[in-house]
C-alpha cells in the first residue's frame, strides 16, 4: 500500500491529541508484571503496537515468542524471563534476528541466566529458562543500547542484594536510563548512579495508580511540520515541559529552525517564524530518536547541518542513517556518512514528479518523510502502516491538521 500525502491550502492548523509514551508505557508493563498478585493501576497506556504486543505476550505468556521488529519488547522480556519461573523461546522478524544481543545475554549470564541462542551467535532467537539470578555486580558496555541497561535494571530489584551495573566505556541514550530508574523510584525502588555505575537496591514494586504521560517522540514530527509551515497553529495537547522523557529536547533543537514552544496548563503551542539557521550541528547521542526528524527538517529547508552520535542507528528497526542516505537524494540532498556523524548539505531541490519515499519497516523513517509534501505540495509514503508500532493515528491526525491524505492501490 502506497499513500498520498497533499500539503493543506492553507496553513496548518490542529489541536492534536499525541498518543502516550510507548518508552514509558513498556517499562511500567515490565514493572506491572514483577510485581506479583497485587497489580499497579496504570492508565493512558500507549497504544502503540509495540505495547500491545508487550502486553498480549505478558497476559499470555507461549512457549515460543515473536517479538516480531519490537526491540524493545526483546530486550526487556530477555531480562524478564530470565529472571522468572518458565521456559520460552524469544524470536523475531528478520531484522529482528539482525539485531545484536550479545552483550545483554552476556550480562545476564553473569548474574546466573541459562540463556543459548539457537541461531547464529550473538542474535536472537533466544531458548531462555527463568531462574531466581544472584550476583552483585554485572558489566555491560553504554555505547550499544541503552535498553540492554534499562532490561538490567528493571529485574535489578528481584535479586537478593540487588545489582550495581558497571557501564563500559561511553554511555549513549542516558535520558533512557535516567527515565527507567525515575519510573522505578515512582514504584518504591530505590538506586543511585555515580559516574559509570548504577547501584539498584533490592526491594518489592508497589502496586500504585500511574499514568503515562504523552509522547515526546511523536511530538517531534509536528515540530518538522511547524518549521516548514510558517503561521501555523498547531496545540499539542496535555504535552507537558516537565518530563521524564529526554526527547522533550527537540523543543530546544528546533528554535534554530524557529519554532518556539508555549507551555500552558492544558499543553504546548508550537509557533514558527520562518526564520532559521542556515548551518546547524547537534549531538545526539542521547537522543537517537530525533535524528530522522532533525535530518529531514534541515533538508526541507535547505540548511547545513551535521548531526553527531549516530552509531546506535544502524541497529533500529532499519539502518537509519543509510536509509535517510537513500531517500533524502531523491530530493536533491547531498548526505554523507562518516564514522559517527551524518551531514546534510544543500541540495538543488527539483524533483522529477511526485516524490515516492521508501520506509523500510521504520515507523520513524515514515513518519519524518511525509512532512515534505509541505515543501514539494505532496509525495508519496510506501508501506504507510509501519506507524502504528508507536503513532498508530498519525495519518489521521494530518489530515486533522489539513493535509490531504489518500491511499493508493
Known sequence: MRML???????????????ASKSISNRA???QALCGKEKPVIRNLSDAEDTRLLMRILENPTY?????????????LCAYFAATPGEHILTGSP???????????????????EITYTGKWGFPPLHIKGKELSGKHVSIKGNLSSQFVSALLLIAPLLKDGVTVHLAGAVVSMPYIALTLALMKRFGINSYWRENAIKVFPGVYNPIEFSVEKD????SFWYEIAAFSPGSQLFLKDLRKESLQGDR??????ESFGVKTNYSPEGAALTSSGKYQKITDCILKNMPDLVPVLATTAAGLNSSMAIRGIQTLVHKESNRTEALKQELVKAGVEVALQDDVLRILPGTFSPNGVL????????????????LSLIYGEVIVNDPAVVIKSYPSFWKDLEIAGFGVQQLN
Not at 5 to 19: A, H, N, Q, R
Not at 64 to 76: K, L, Q, S, Y
Request: hydrophobic share 45%; net charge negative; charged share 20%.
Open 5 to 19: 500525502i497533499k500539503k493543506p491550502s492553507g496553513p496548518v492548523t490542529g489541536v492534536i491529541d499525541l498518543p
Open 29 to 31: 508493563l515490565i514493572i
Open 64 to 76: 515460543e515468542i515473536d517479538c516480531m521488529n519490537a526491540g524493545t519488547v526483546m530486550r526487556f
Open 95 to 113: 531484522r529482528m534476528q539482525e539485531r545484536p544481543v550479545e552483550d545483554l545475554v552476556n550480562a545476564l549470564r553473569l548474574l546466573g541466566a
Open 216 to 219: 515526546w517522540s511523536s511530538a
Open 249 to 254: 529536547y527537540i523543543s530546544f533543537h528546533m
Open 356 to 371: 515516492e519515499f521508501n520506509t523500510y519497516d521504520d515507523h520513524r523513517i515514515a513518519m519524518a518523510l511525509a512532512p
